[in-house]
């Protein structure tokens, strides 16, 4: 069950991976920009979303793909907006992404 109110570590956390959501993240990344202990944010981010930091990330990046991928479908490759928003790994991608929108990136980016 997802919790309305954010404690302030899962905030901080938050906000430092929108700033670096491009980059490789790790969790003592996290544990920097909150002060709490990487057990402490793998509970909270559990407690409050259900998912483990790494999760979180992974369905950050799927999600702003996905908008990307809608709004540039014409002027940016589906390759270089994967890239972009962090997912070094294309195979991967595309299996995830299909997995959470249910439609391949590629094709997303064909459709009118």
């Known amino acids: 069950m997802v919790q309305a109110t954010p404690h302030k570590a899962i905030e901080l956390a938050q906000e ?8 490789k993240i790790t969790m003592s990344d996290l544990r ?25 990330i992974e369905e950050e990046r799927l999600v702003l793909a996905f908008d990307l991928i809608k709004r540039h479908k014409s002027t940016k490759k589906t390759t270089e ?12 991608f595309s299996v995830k992404f299909k997995a ?3 439609i391949h990136p590629s094709v997303l980016a064909k459709a009118a």
Not at 16 to 23: G, V
Not at 81 to 92: F, M, P, S, T
């Open 81 to 92: 907006i994967a890239l972009n928003v962090g997912c070094k790994h294309l195979g991967r």
């Open 16 to 23: 430092y991976i929108r700033l670096h959501l491009s980059e």
């Open 32 to 56: 920097n920009a909150s002060g709490y202990s990487e057990r402490s944010l793998q509970l909270l981010f559990k407690k409050h979303f259900d998912k483990t930091p790494f999760e979180y």
């Open 100 to 102: 959470r929108f249910g």
